[in-house]
């Protein structure tokens, strides 16, 4: 997976906007997350529905970073993302 999330970092830094705003869906522990510079991304917003990766994501403490445990079905009705703009969707 490394490789693979190496080159979606790439694809990101070298065609997006900085800083960007990133949404990840069905993240899991966002494996991309540690490919991308910081200073890169303005929002980096992470869903998932797993109890696990709510109890064991590492990056819950950066200031640009957000996760909400919700279903894809509780994402596309939260209204709190109904006017969300996103640079780029992972999924």
Same mark, same amino acid.
């Given at each position: 997976?490394?490789?693979?999330?190496?080159?979606?970092?790439?694809?990101?830094?070298?065609? %997006?906007?900085?800083?960007?705003?990133?949404?990840?869906?069905?993240?899991?522990?966002?494996?991309? +997350?540690?490919? +991308?510079? $910081?200073?890169?991304?303005?929002?980096?917003?992470?869903?998932?529905?797993s $109890?696990?990766?709510?109890? /064991?994501?590492?990056?819950? %403490?950066?200031?640009?970073?957000?996760? /909400?445990?919700?279903?894809?079905? $509780?994402?596309f009705?939260?209204?709190?993302?109904? /006017? %969300?703009?996103?640079?780029?969707?992972?999924?």
């Open positions: 997976m490394s490789p693979r999330n190496a080159a979606i970092a790439g694809y990101i830094i070298a065609f %997006g906007k900085q800083p960007c705003v990133i949404l990840d869906a069905a993240c899991g522990l966002c494996p991309i +997350l540690p490919f +991308l510079p $910081q200073n890169f991304i303005s929002r980096y917003v992470a869903f998932d529905n $109890q696990y990766v709510q109890e /064991h994501l590492p990056y819950k %403490g950066l200031s640009n970073f957000e996760f /909400h445990r919700l279903s894809f079905e $509780q994402f009705s939260d209204e709190r993302f109904k /006017h %969300g703009f996103f640079d780029f969707v992972l999924y």
